[in-house]
């Protein structure tokens, strides 16, 4: 891929600074009059969405939402580039093994790059991106991620990027005074710690679970910056890496690049591109500190579009606005997924919900605990999988997590708590630190 539509999206993108929500607002009601008429024509499940909430598209902010789930079952005619999700799903498995991440599907605007989420639970979702997308998501990424912005770019670079698969995607930030190297996940980390500190790189980018692994297999790094990817980046792990360079966090998901840091280091939506409804979830007010669930719409991306589309993931908004001056909303935290969110027995035998951000608080203080991770297996049955498994962490992490619990509506004498030896992670999978196995039918 030429570098050149990169920059020109680079440079676009540095126009896209909003400094009130009336002026952000303006230009998302612009971009969404030229985008949904373009989507509604070429898009024959979205158009159908429309009709059947006999909506106009100028209400598009009052159409029901879809999810993953609707997103795959009407795939053949939502995307608009002609291809079958049978196709999709082959190209991108095809990729996955053989671990030749060039090929892609032809489409009528340039070759189209397919993609899966990395398989969490339940079903995988699958990604098409176009040529023009890939430039202005890299230009986006260049932007907001090299040290100084743009004018970082009259430095030499070179950038670490640790990733399951080569996307062709995260292949395209490639200019002259930009050097990618791409390390495989899948290998040995000693041997990924070695390569790491020969290539001696400015910018480090990958999930922080495998940054903080190669760290301890003993990688020397003296970069600028370290940009953690795909997982939540927690306390622990910022405050280890930022022996690499200063840390920032990326809030990206196969539905889009949907939060960034600003030069303060704070996370903020990426408003400029993607128009965020919030759901306040526990009963909690709209907007204000409590949960939200984002349903996203994409105000560029047409090979796939995401119209009102609701996410799995449960973030907390910043109540105050960013010294920054940015008026894209801020990002405190992003509790989980709702997958994870645990379902635990309260007081009266009701069920209350426990965020998976709560019980990671509760475990990251417990001492000499190098990785854990909790998972409720039952109704009442959480276990906790701990790292190193000896009488001193097993009794601070029942005593931590007890406590915790007794912070919650939940109550922790109706619980069965057990611990057990955490297994080593399989090689390239996400981690995930509190999870729920266990189904309420
Ligand atoms: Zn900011």
């Known amino acids: 891929m030429n570098a050149l539509?990169?920059?020109?999206?680079?440079?676009?993108?540095?126009?896209l600074d909003f400094r009130t929500r009336a002026a952000l607002e303006r230009h998302q009601e612009r971009l969404a009059?030229?985008?949904l008429r373009w989507v509604a024509v070429h898009s024959p499940a979205v158009a159908a969405r429309f009709r059947a909430a006999g909506l106009p598209l100028s209400r598009w902010r009052e159409l029901p939402p879809t999810d993953k789930t609707g997103m795959l079952a009407t795939f053949d005619t939502l995307n608009t580039v002609g291809v079958t999700l049978e196709r999709a799903l082959?190209?991108?498995?095809?990729?996955?093994?053989?671990?030749?991440?060039?090929?892609?599907?032809?489409g009528p605007r340039g070759p189209v790059t397919v993609g899966l989420s990395t398989g969490t639970s339940g079903t995988q979702g699958v990604f098409l991106v176009g040529p023009d997308e890939q430039a202005r998501w890299a230009g986006t990424v260049l932007r907001h991620l090299l040290p100084g912005g743009l004018r970082g770019l009259t430095r030499r670079h070179r950038v670490a990027f640790f990733l399951r698969a080569d996307s062709p995607l995260y292949r395209s930030v490639q200019g002259g005074r930009l050097g990618l190297r791409f390390f495989d996940l899948l290998r040995p980390v000693p041997d990924l710690a070695h390569?790491?500190?020969?290539?001696?790189?400015?910018?480090?980018v990958g999930p922080p679970s495998v940054l903080r692994a190669v760290q301890r297999a003993g990688a020397s790094v003296q970069g600028q910056r370290v940009i953690s990817v795909a997982e939540v980046l927690e306390p622990d792990d910022a405050a280890h890496l930022s022996a690499w360079g200063e840390v920032v966090q990326v809030y990206q998901a196969t539905e889009g690049l949907l939060a960034l840091p600003c030069p303060h280091g704070h996370l903020h939506l990426n408003e400029a591109h993607v128009h965020f409804d919030l759901e306040p979830l526990d009963g909690g007010e709209p907007l204000g500190d409590g949960l939200h669930r984002p349903v996203i719409t994409d105000l560029r991306r047409r090979t796939q579009p995401f119209i009102r589309h609701r996410l799995n993931d449960a973030l907390r908004l910043h109540p105050d606005p960013c010294p920054c001056g940015q008026a894209a909303?801020?990002?405190?935290?992003?509790?989980?997924?709702?997958?994870?969110?645990l379902h635990l027995p309260g007081a009266a035998g009701e069920t209350v919900t426990v965020w998976p951000d709560f019980l990671r608080g509760a475990l990251a203080s417990v001492?000499?605990?190098?990785?854990?991770?909790?998972?409720?297996?039952?109704?009442?049955a959480l276990t906790l999988h701990l790292d190193p498994h000896d009488p001193a962490t097993h009794a601070l992490a029942l005593h931590a997590v007890h406590a915790a619990l007794l912070r919650t509506p939940a109550d922790p004498e109706r619980l069965t708590l057990t611990t057990r030896p955490l297994d080593p992670p399989a090689p390239g999978t996400k981690r995930r630190r509190v999870t729920r196995t266990w189904n309420p039918t």
């Open 5 to 15: 539509p990169t920059l020109l999206a680079a440079l676009d993108d540095a126009r």
């Open 33 to 35: 009059h030229d985008h």
């Open 90 to 106: 082959e190209v991108a498995r095809h990729a996955d093994t053989t671990r030749d991440f060039t090929p892609t599907l032809p």
């Open 195 to 204: 390569d790491l500190s020969a290539y001696r790189p400015t910018l480090i």
């Open 329 to 341: 909303r801020r990002v405190h935290s992003i509790a989980g997924r709702q997958d994870d969110a």
């Open 367 to 380: 001492p000499g605990l190098n990785e854990y991770h909790a998972e409720q297996t039952g109704p009442a």
